[in-house]
């Protein structure tokens, strides 16, 4: 089998065998096929495209490319989840606990953050004492006698999807349904679950821009996961404002805390009693989502979901004293509105680069990120603001920092002088 004629074969828009997909991840990741000819097929697959099976061999084979967890002496349904780039996004950290609390097994891995704020593990850190450097066994251990253990992303985790994410960054060939969803989908199912719920973000500052597109990747990654005997179910979520208020590590771990107690922001807890309610019934918790849901609800009233959340943190270094003195930064600045009107719109990706001005996320991989700092929203689209009200503060210990955000906040906000009703938060969901 050579290279060139794979090029070739999807260069005149024919379909690839499963053997020669094979062939160039393996060829790939292994260094004897180039950067020149991966790019080339790149180039041809984003023209051409891949049909289903053709997704779904490209999945099996980054999936395969390096470690896949074994989680099957967990007694269990693992049920996953994943976000496609939301900007503070804190339902991670809420929904493990809420759905472990249920009685379903998380053995979730999960990243550090390039960008906006940190990745979920970053968040966990601002906690003092967390850690998340467990061996695979003491991650076992753990979900078997707590319900729930977070552990850091191996290195080997789907190598073929890191090296060709890198270069597709570099050859315009990202946006491409079948290489977003297997890209996303490789490192999930690698990770070990049994099943999988994802949350689709659609809107101006997601991948996908419109209703339709959305539609389209989510069913994509769900057709992958169904294939592979792994039940996915996607939920299209609206991302026209950044999610629930806070935006920042300690921030948003205080955000998940205030919402498992029962006084969080409502789009944050609706949300995350649907995408919970689906993992509790795909964990066979429940019959129906909408028993899920129940389960979910009833445990966050209960204190059952709050309860687990101190084991999880404590199991893994953190401590109650530790939740309630969470790091603070010395200069919280409001940002107060120059006109009046109702807030239409909150650009996500134009507030996550303040926070990360502030110091809450990384510019560089080796950036050392503030875990006090971030933003507060205090308003949210519909809400009619007065001149001279506050929008939302800034948290940093980096003075120097407030006045590019405190633009860029101002920015992100589009105020109207006509009453605004929110788009649903949920759009559709997938299975
Ligand atoms: N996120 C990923 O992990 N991969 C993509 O291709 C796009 C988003
Ligand atoms: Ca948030």
Do not use: W
Not at 77 to 82: A, E
Request: charged share 20%; proline share 3%.
């Amino acid at each position: 089998m050579r290279m060139y004629d794979i090029i070739k074969s999807k260069r005149d828009g024919h379909v690839l065998t499963t053997e020669e997909i094979d062939f160039f991840i393996k060829g790939y990741t292994g260094g004897e096929i180039p950067d020149y000819q991966a790019s080339a097929l790149l180039m041809a697959i984003f023209i051409n495209k891949m049909n289903k099976e053709e997704t779904v061999a490209l999945t099996q084979a980054m999936m395969h490319s390096g470690h896949v967890m074994l989680l099957d002496s967990i007694p269990g349904i693992k049920v996953d989840k994943h976000s496609t780039g939301g900007v503070g996004d804190t339902t991670t950290l809420l929904l493990g606990p809420m759905v472990a609390a249920c009685g379903v097994p998380v053995a979730k891995m999960s990243g550090r953050g390039l960008g906006h704020t940190g990745g979920t593990i970053d968040k966990l850190e601002s906690i003092k004492g967390f850690h998340v450097e467990l061996t695979t066994e003491e991650f076992i251990e753990q979900v078997k006698s707590q319900g729930i253990a977070v552990i850091g992303q191996s290195k080997n985790i789907a190598p073929a999807d890191k090296k060709l994410y890198a270069l597709r960054d570099v050859t315009a060939t990202v946006d491409n349904i079948s290489l977003i969803a297997g890209s996303i989908m490789s490192k999930k199912l690698a990770a070990g679950s049994n099943a999988i719920v994802l949350d689709v973000k659609m809107g101006s500052g997601a991948f996908m821009k419109t209703l339709e597109d959305a539609k389209e990747l989510s069913k994509a990654m769900v057709d992958i996961g169904n294939s592979m005997n792994r039940k996915t179910i996607a939920v299209i979520t609206n991302m026209d404002q950044p999610l629930g208020l806070a935006i920042g590590n300690a921030l948003e771990v205080q955000e998940a805390m205030d919402t498992l107690k029962g006084h969080g922001p409502k789009d944050l807890e609706d949300l995350c009693i649907t995408l919970g309610g689906l993992m509790v019934y795909l964990g066979k918790k429940a019959l129906s989502p909408q028993e899920g849901e129940q389960r979910i609800i009833e445990n966050l009233k209960n204190g059952n979901a709050y309860a687990k959340f101190v084991d999880f943190v404590t199991a893994q270094g953190g401590s109650i004293e530790a939740l309630e003195s969470l790091p603070t930064a010395s200069y919280i600045e409001p940002v107060n509105a120059i006109s009046e009107g109702y807030v239409m719109h909150i650009a996500s990706e134009e507030i996550g680069t303040a926070a990360m001005h502030l110091g809450a996320g990384r510019k560089t991989i080796d950036s050392v990120i503030d875990m006090a700092s971030g933003i507060v929203l205090n308003k949210k689209v519909g809400n009619f603001v007065k001149k001279g009200e506050c929008l939302a503060y800034l948290h940093t210990n980096d003075k120097s920092a407030l006045v590019e955000a405190k633009i860029s906040v101002l920015n992100a906000f589009s105020l109207v002088n006509q009453a605004v009703v929110p788009d649903p938060l949920i759009q559709a969901i997938i299975e």
